[in-house]
Structures are given as C-alpha cells and as structure tokens.
C-alpha cells in the first residue's frame, strides 16, 4: 500500500490497472459480454475511458485480459514429472475457463475474434505467448528429464490442452470435476495408447 | 434417381433434405450466419419454410447438421492400427472445421448455443453422439488388440480431439497442412512423454 505522499505514477497506475480488470470480469458475470463496454468498465472502476484506452486497444483485448491471464499469475509449475507439471497448468485452465466472468465472456469473445481478422492474428503470436512460453519452460525441463521429446510441436500441444478445456467446459459446460485436469494430463501426457 | 412415376415420400423427401443441407452450406460461405436464416434456405433449395420446420427445429440445428456431419459420411476407419485409425477420424474433423460454410458458421453457431442452454444441454447427446459412437467402434477394435485400454473416457478423449482442431484451425485458423491429422494423433495417440 503506498502512503499519502509516496510519488505518483506506477503504484497509482497499477491500482488502476487492476480495478479496470475486477470491474471488467465482474461486469461480465453480470451483465455480460454485450453490456461490459468500455464506458461501463471505466465507470465502476472509477477511472475515464482514456485510462482504459490508454491500456488497451478495444474491448475483446481489454475482457481477454481480465480473463483469462490468471494462469500466469502462478509460477511454472515444477512439481518433478511431466504427467505433474501438465495437470497444475490444466487445472489453472479449468478454473480460466469455469470462472464465471469468462464464461459469461466466451460466445461474444469468440464473435468479435472471428469477426476481426487482425485481431485473430494477434490470438497466437500475443494472447497465447505467455502460455506458450511457460509450456516451453515445462517441456525443457521434461527434455532434460528424459521425459519428453525435444521436437515437440509446442504450438499443437497449447492448442490441444487449450482446446480439450475449452470444448468440455467452455462450450459443452460440463462440470469441472476435480479429476478433470489430471485425466486430461493423462490422454495428452501419456497418450491413449496402452504401453 | 426415382422414376416419374415412383410412389412419392422418401426419395423426394430425401432430395429436399439434401438440397436444404447443400442450400445452407452455400449460404454460410457465401452470405454469413447471420444471413443465414430458414427463409433464404428455403428460397435457395426451392422448397417452403414448413420443409425446412418439419425437419429442423431451429437455424442452429440445420445449420450443425450442414456443416458438422461430413465426418459421418465416411465409414468409421479401420486401418488395423489406433493411430492409423485416429489419424482417419482426425483427418475428416480438419477437413469439417476448414470447409467454408463451417469456418464462417463458426462464430454465429458458438454463440447462439452458449444463449441457449436448452439447445447447449442437446450438443452432447444429440450433435456429438453420432461421432462418439463411432470412437467408441474404433476404440473397442483398438482394446481389442490391446492397443487401448478399455477403461477409457470416450467423452474426454472425443472433446481432446474436436477441441485441438476446434481451436486450432477454427479459431486460430491455423493452415491446416497436410501432417496435421497426424500430428494430432501422435499427440493423442502416443502422448507427449517419451517412451
């Protein structure tokens, strides 16, 4: 918590960065996707829309935030296995997904994603980075373990776990059991397949 | 081809549902979902409306069935191996996903289900059940040569696999290449650990 008379600038800024997120994902379980306009957001956040501009460049950038980076607010996982690693990084997606600002979300953030080519183009190379590069961390060390192969496709392996999470509880709504990220770490970690 | 003067009811009946199905596709490639609907379907197979309701309950219905059932149009694989058999099976859900009429219904589709949950109770047992049967044919040949386990979760291991291509070419829209399906497979099939 900064004192009354700490300088201005990046605490102050931080603290509005972070109440535009709580607002956004709380306007969304809400009211909705349709109803969280950036004039809606700066307003419960207590901030003008130009702090909210300032940040991010439209609404689906400013809601895909908000919902889904909280598995990068947790550290890699490291818990020694591949199997282990893949079902913490599953279960930070589960509880993404099932959270009930990106559930609200989902339909309205996919409409404006398709309806928007260039910013379908930045889905990979900017919203997916940061999972990328976490999974990356996760694969090196399992390479060095002698678990997984060096070659893997990282990009379809994201977009396979990303993928099975999405279509089972975002899209299907199934409910998220607490044995789902682990029986999802077993199909893709060690394959159907029988060994 | 029915002669002038066969009894009339299936074969024509089966002429109209064909050419209401081939009537959206074009449609959703052409025009969009949201121009889409049961009239200008209606108009383009030259049948009435009243056809299209006898058949179809609604527009996401019609237009589920028009674009995600090619997949079933094809005998269930048997290639004599699983990852043959995945690779099949994988290989006809890329080609669905990347049609035209499919990647352009996509978004419309999405949201209309996640605004109706009656229609979104209905995804697993009515739209994905045909697709599930024929894993599950798949899968019982595969634990029959001890290729699989027979405790598997079909229902998981069918959203791992729709949702890897769901997000990887229907909303990353990703190239779908050649080695695509295979990858897949691998990645289903095998797993990712080493062995």
Redesign the interface.
């Known amino acids: 918590m900064a004192a009354p008379d700490a300088p201005r600038g990046r605490p102050r800024d931080s603290r509005a960065h972070q109440a535009i997120l709580t607002a956004t994902a709380e306007l969304l379980a809400e009211a909705g996707y349709a109803a969280t306009s950036i004039g809606a957001v700066a307003a419960r956040a207590g901030v003008g829309k130009d702090t909210v501009y300032r940040r991010w460049s439209g609404k689906a950038e400013l809601v895909y935030e908000a919902v889904f980076t909280q598995t990068e607010a947790v550290p890699v996982p490291d818990t020694g296995t ?2 282990g690693d893949l079902t913490v990084l599953l279960d930070a997606l589960v509880r993404e997904f099932t959270a009930p600002g990106a559930a609200a979300a ?3 953030l ?2 404006d ?3 928007r080519p260039e910013l ?1 183009a930045r ?2 190379s900017q919203f997916l980075a940061p999972a990328k590069s976490r999974l990356v961390e996760l694969f090196e060390r ?1 390479v060095q373990r ?4 060096p070659d ?2 990282v990009d ?2 994201l ?2 776990l ?7 509880t975002g ?4 409910p998220a059991g607490p044995q ?1 990220a682990a ?2 770490a077993a ?9």
């Open positions: 591949l199997r989902l339909p309205g996919l409409a994603f398709a309806a379908r889905i990979r399992a002698g678990e997984a192969d893997l496709p379809l392996v977009d396979t990303a993928g099975a999470v999405f279509f089972h899209l299907l709504g199934e789902l029986q999802l199909i893709v970690g060690r394959g159907i397949e029988a060994r």
